[in-house]
């Protein structure tokens, strides 16, 4: 094995289970998919840090932090569904991105490219990714009762907007990380996908949140492992082992 | 405040998207009073539950007891099966202590073994009565119910206010209760706030819930208006 792939697997095991475990909680919010339209935002960001060679996630950030904004003024200004959003959103993303990115370099910015991390880039995410989990844990039962009810969570004198504030900020990073792994089109599914198959044979909201969070890390390491072996890349194949592992939970589903 | 009243409502108006919802509202609680707030469907009475537990923005005076400590038990939770939850995780959202946990579902007559059931799993009856549980996690003086019988057959009915009114003996809670159930105020309430926007009638329900104030309250509330601007 070689220090490149080990390096690449690493940062795949870290970036995979904290986005299955974020997606456990943005899942019981109905707002998964929300980390798709946000995804696609990148694409310009990652094609400009694709041309100039600079990090993925650096290029994303600041678009991701645009969309939450873009979200917020969606939700609180008008009256429009989440899918108009997306596919106003979605649409921007790409055509702004094919504007200018030539297609030969596309694919990176598509469906992301983990097996050329760098040292220093894998020992940013990891850091990240440990204090983004440590974040979770933190407001994880007070986002849990708030997705059930915010009158209860208010009744309990839970700040609401503090506690949303902190969750959009974390999908915002959560998204920035991915997009390096699987690409500002998969992102959506590098959330979803482990939470929905958690979902499917959990009795418990631990077994759900850990649940998810395996899954995320199998998913990611099957995918790099496999895509070393065959040469396929690595983001397609990451979410198609997630997929996988989802419909054999169907199998449990209770 | 007098000695023994526990909420003082003065003058009570709220606005909501420039609609209002209640006007010029005043009613007093006693300790150990059970209150119904009556009305049809749309007349606020959610809406007055909520102003009163501090969710909602609203003008006058809503004056609780210093320290009274209130338990919550909403309407419904039309989410919470979305989410893997068992029903020990969704007392631990409170901050209940096991123990704590044990106590309170012995209380509404669940076993202990109840602790690691699916809340997805229960029926309609049971989540009620889990619901009413939570609202006892602290040990409230006051308990707020929305509307408990939504959804619930009617021998469920039945259990849950027997249940309710065992609670409030035993506990000795002040119990608020949105219904439009006439039958369970007679059965079960000290004081009715009878409530279509405005108060329509305010006392006990065998002084107050007259033919005329009834109809006043359910028949004839699109004229009464009418009549008011």
């Known amino acids: ?254 | 405040m007098n000695k023994g009243i526990i909420l003082k409502v003065t003058n009570l108006n709220v606005v909501l998207d420039h609609q209002i919802i209640i006007e010029n509202l005043s009613f007093e609680v006693k300790k150990g009073d059970v209150l119904t707030i009556l009305g049809p469907n749309g007349a606020g009475k959610s809406v007055l539950l909520k102003t009163l537990l501090g969710l909602l923005p609203y003008q006058g005076q809503i004056e609780w007891a210093k320290g009274i400590k209130i338990g919550y038990v909403p309407q419904r939770l039309p989410f919470i099966k979305d989410i893997p939850l068992s029903i020990k995780d969704f007392f631990d959202l409170k901050k209940s202590s096991e123990k704590e946990t044990k106590e309170i579902l012995d209380s509404v007559g669940f076993r202990e073994d109840f602790l690691r059931k699916k809340i997805g799993d229960l029926s309609s009856g049971q989540f009620q009565r889990i619901l009413i549980a939570w609202g006892l996690v602290g040990n409230p003086q006051v308990l707020l119910f929305d509307e408990p019988t939504t959804g619930i057959d009617m021998s469920g009915e039945v259990t849950i206010y027997n249940f309710l009114a065992k609670l409030q003996k035993e506990m000795v809670l002040t119990i608020f209760l949105v219904t439009h159930d006439l039958s369970v105020v007679y059965k079960f309430s000290t004081h009715v706030v009878c409530l279509n926007r405005q108060s329509i009638c305010y006392g006990p329900p065998q002084e107050v819930l007259t033919p005329g104030s009834l109809q006043k309250l359910y028949g004839g509330e699109v004229k009464y208006y009418q009549h008011q601007h």
């Open chain 1, 1 to 254: 094995m070689s220090r490149q792939f080990l390096l690449s697997l690493v940062v795949g095991i870290f970036i995979g289970g904290v986005s299955g475990y974020l997606g456990s909680l943005m899942l019981s919010r109905r707002m998964a998919l929300v980390a798709g339209p946000l995804g696609h935002l990148t694409l310009p960001g990652i094609a400009l840090a694709v041309m100039y060679g600079f990090d993925v996630s650096l290029g994303a950030f600041p678009f991701v932090i645009f969309g939450i904004v873009l979200i917020w003024l969606f939700e609180m200004r008008t009256k429009l569904p989440m899918e108009a959003l997306t596919a106003i959103v979605f649409a921007s993303g790409v055509a702004i991105t094919f504007l200018f990115l030539p297609i030969k370099q596309a694919e990176v910015a598509l469906v992301g490219d983990i097996s050329k991390v760098k040292f220093e880039e894998a020992v940013i995410s990891v850091i990240i990714t440990i204090f983004l989990s440590v974040v979770i844990k933190k407001i994880y039962r007070k986002v849990v009762l708030i997705n059930i009810s915010e009158e209860l969570a208010k009744s309990e004198e839970i700040d609401i907007k503090k506690y949303n504030l902190i969750f959009l900020g974390l999908i915002a990073i959560i998204v920035a990380l991915g997009v390096k792994m699987v690409g500002g089109l998969l992102t959506a599914a590098l959330v979803a996908i482990p939470a929905s198959a958690a979902r499917n044979f959990s009795h418990n909201l631990s077994q759900y949140a850990l649940g998810a969070m395996i899954i995320g890390i199998v998913s990611s390491c099957s995918g790099i492992l496999y895509s070393e072996l065959t040469g396929f890349a690595s983001g397609p194949l990451i979410i198609l082992a997630s997929t996988l592992i989802f419909l054999i939970s169907m199998i449990f589903k209770r």
